[in-house]
């Protein structure tokens, strides 16, 4: 049984490089790359090899300023954090956007006891962040901005080369949550302009568990994870080397295919939009038209419940989400569409659909026909649709 | 080349059947544990038997109250930096040990913007502590005693259940550091009578960059890692599952060849300690003769570095190390040795000869044979070893 899979947002499959390259190294038992015997310094000139393929992939001006981490979650908390506890001297105040994941709200308000405080910035219908409102919520006891490069529910990109312009200008740290960007549309750090990026190797076919923050030199930031001296000193715990290697492996073919994979999602994104007021109607698109990930849409469909359309199509092999699947369980609707202004009902309405290299224009079709099938038996039953029909 | 290695403090190679599973997780390409559909399913419950086979190795009461982590260093993270978050309003006073691991150590320090003060306690000549010090020390503003089972640079191991009785009687929580303990020497949370209880999947061969906190139910500690609901709410980022699936095999392994391992390292240390006064003189054993791990003994030889020892060790191919794989690098003196009382010069000459299931006995007499020469040698050459000779 073959599972049509259009939930890559939840998890990417790994390439066949990252599998050899990480079955190897599971075969080769690397020793400690802290280890100042041999076998150690062979394990940290892997370790350094690996580095130096991410911080190509983002354009990092030296290898120095890759951490590498256990997850996009933890590059978050390493930098929110981490800036904060650095610069409690300086000021006590971040500015933020109201569509960030959790592991950046969280994050800030863990730091309520040091007497942080935060401005949530609104976006607009898309999710988008107006940079000047950026401009205005930063005060002289502003010490962060933290915006995310591209929404996980939504796929709207940022712009964040504007905000970073501003930063700057005010001499304020500017972190990016770039967990669902790098690795899949282009991502140059020193043209962004930004201080900190968090990321992780899946949204690129990598292992889950392995991230990376990046920190340009000078960043005034401490480790979330203290201990050794393992990373330059900037994060305890020995190392998923395992995975950190497939990591390397997949961000050098994310550098090398970024162009061919691009194509191949807005061939796909295309269709998909093109056809489906041919299958369904009455649904809002919650994704930019312009800024945003090739590979991501999100629908909200009327009058139905999004669980519903994903479990069903969960039965015709079809995988979905309907939001982040760190969000998984939760009873509330997700903040990030009611940011957007989306209704209660519509929010619970919204199908996230997530492209990857390996899926092919039929997965397209298949997918539509089948939605067309569920939307008509949950709208059947749905009573506000008959409402709406009736009225 | 077959290097010999004694230096499995610093990385254990992994088990067969545990590369194995790790292989078979990478070819399978799971989803994400959280997703709801089956794919998702599927993933959860491999999670879920990982969790159970890590539970049993512990006698924790129940898989939940298991959280995975990147690392040891990441659960002592969790369990110092959580507790003092979560228990503001009851104190601010933590009690810890001089032999400390620095994820311990760094951690109390990070947490001085909130007012936190730390006791931390004197050991004897084999890094141990008393635990009537313990109890002397705990007053009514602390909030958590932490120290750890076994210590990575000695193997000595502490009075936990001693002191687990003092923290119940007195109503302190207790977090215990068991990275070199857990999967090498029997541990019953249970029995123990601690709260949190942080491990790490490389000393059971399993691999690097997997750790796990045992938090008893009811233990008041809010997560290092803020973001998505995964891990029963308790630690944000998607799961390392090909890792955490290779922890759950080398548990289940653990528990069930514990006995047989143990024999295979106490005959082995035994060889070792009889045989080294027939090829060096002048040597400390820091290394506690009763209350220690059976596969790692500490020795201090006078009026020479551990580190050239170490090197010229690695020359004929025998990997030692000098000290915690974690402070490599570090120039000052190991923390651990100068809390025995060693001078600097003796926690210079400090070796750490640490055991795996693959060691022979041949490689203990290796081993011996190739530190008599460098002893032999570092010897002529040492300025302080010719003062004494000639005193």
């Known amino acids: 049984m073959t599972i049509i899979n259009l939930d890559h947002i939840s998890s990417n499959p790994l390439l066949p490089e990252v599998k050899k390259s990480m079955i190897e190294a599971i ?9 100042q015997h041999k076998a150690g310094e062979e394990a940290a000139e892997v370790l350094d090899n690996a580095r130096q393929s991410v ?15 256990s997850s996009g979650t933890e590059s978050i908390n390493h930098a929110v954090k981490g800036v904060a506890m650095a610069n409690l001297e300086k000021g006590k105040h971040i500015v933020t956007s109201n569509v960030e994941h959790n592991a950046v709200i969280r994050s800030i308000k863990r730091l309520k006891p040091l007497d942080y405080k935060a401005t949530s910035i609104s976006v607009d219908e898309y999710g988008r962040v107006t940079p000047n409102d950026v401009a205005d919520a930063i005060s002289d006891d502003t010490i962060m901005v933290s915006i995310m490069h591209s929404n996980n529910e939504t796929g709207t990109i940022q712009p964040i080369r504007e905000i970073g312009k501003i930063t700057k200008e005010k001499k304020v740290i500017f972190h990016v949550d770039a967990v669902d960007s790098v690795g899949v549309v282009p991502i140059d750090v020193q043209a962004l302009g930004v201080d900190l990026l968090s990321f992780a190797s899946n949204p690129f076919y990598g292992p889950t568990g392995v ?4 920190i340009r030199r000078g960043t005034r930031v401490f480790p979330v994870l203290d201990g050794g001296i393992q990373e ?5 715990g020995t190392e998923n080397l ?6 390397g492996v997949a961000a050098d073919l994310a550098g090398r295919d970024m162009d061919a994979r691009l194509a191949h999602f807005r061939k796909l994104k295309d269709l998909l939009l093109e056809e489906l007021p041919n299958y369904i109607d009455e649904y809002l698109i919650n994704t930019h038209p312009e800024f945003s990930l090739p590979n991501l849409l999100s629908i909200s469909i009327k009058y139905i419940e999004g669980e519903s359309v994903m479990l069903m199509l969960d039965d015709d092999d079809i995988a979905v989400s309907t939001r982040s699947a760190c969000a998984t369980g939760s009873l509330r609707a997700s903040h990030v569409l009611i940011s957007l202004g989306l209704s209660h009902a519509d929010a619970q309405g919204t ?9 092919l224009e039929q997965d397209i079709i298949a997918f539509l026909q089948s939605l067309k099938t569920v939307v008509t038996t949950l709208r059947d039953i749905s009573p506000l649709y008959k409402k709406s ?3």
């Open 211 to 214: 991230g990376g923050l990046y």
């Open 55 to 69: 911080a190509q992939l983002i354009n990092s001006a030296s290898a120095k300023e890759i951490v590498f981490t």
């Open 389 to 391: 029909s009736q009225a």
């Open 232 to 236: 330059n000193n900037k994060r305890g």
């Open 351 to 359: 199908l996230v659909i997530s492209l990857g290299i390996d899926n």
């Open 27 to 35: 075969n080769r038992d690397y020793a400690n790359p802290s280890s």
């Open 242 to 247: 395992i995975g950190i290697i497939g990591m």
